[in-house]
């Protein structure tokens, strides 16, 4: 196959913090989720916009080193030989939960299944630290978003519609949960 992928994951190391953020690219904005809880069980619904707008989140300014052979937090970053093309950070949360501070996949590599292979290294993670399962926030608008964590088995658990409070563009904060 000429377009084989050579794909590794790692965790971050010192070599690798130079890279880190670099799957970190813009995204595409098609609409809302428009949630509903009903008889204890939370669903949605898309409102997809007449046209798309494209936004970013600025990269993160952290001390990487602590993400470093740390027992409670950690980053994985997907290769494709050398070219850091995606990033999963995931920590301890105090619910017993591995929440997944952030998921990128570079641009060019998106639907190519570099984000199921980020989600299958935190659960492989969050296992081992004998957590209950993988927890996540993400906006409303980030519908792309949502959708990939659906199909990974993610369940809508609840939303916030204060947290956002000072963005504007977004209507409510989603949490997502895939409980092992």
């Known amino acids: ?25 813009p995204f595409p904005i098609l609409g809302k989720i428009i949630p509903s809880f009903c008889d204890g069980v ?8 007449e046209k798309a707008r494209v936004t970013s989140f600025p990269n993160d300014s952290l001390d990487w080193h602590e993400y470093i052979n740390s027992e409670d937090k ?6 494709d030989e050398t070219t850091c093309i ?27 299944g570099i984000g199921h292979l980020l989600i299958q290294v935190a659960e492989t993670w969050a296992i081992e ?9 993400a906006q409303n608008d980030n519908v792309i978003a949502c959708r990939f964590y659906a199909k990974e088995g993610f ?23 895939k409980i092992f």
Do not use: C
């Open 74 to 79: 950690q980053v994985f970053l997907a290769f």
């Open 155 to 177: 369940a809508l658990g609840g939303i916030d519609t204060l947290k956002q409070t000072g963005n504007p563009n977004i209507d409510m904060t989603l949490y997502w949960y």
């Open 42 to 49: 939370w669903t949605y619904e898309e409102q997809l916009y």
């Open 86 to 112: 995606g990033q999963i950070r995931v920590v301890k949360d105090w619910n017993r939960f591995a929440y997944i501070e952030n998921i990128a996949v570079r641009n060019s590599y998106r639907h190519s």
């Open 129 to 137: 630290h004998s957590l209950l399962g993988l927890s996540l926030e």
């Open 1 to 25: 196959m000429e377009d084989a992928l050579d794909i590794s994951i790692q965790a971050l190391n010192e070599e690798s913090i130079n890279v880190v953020s670099e799957a970190n690219e």
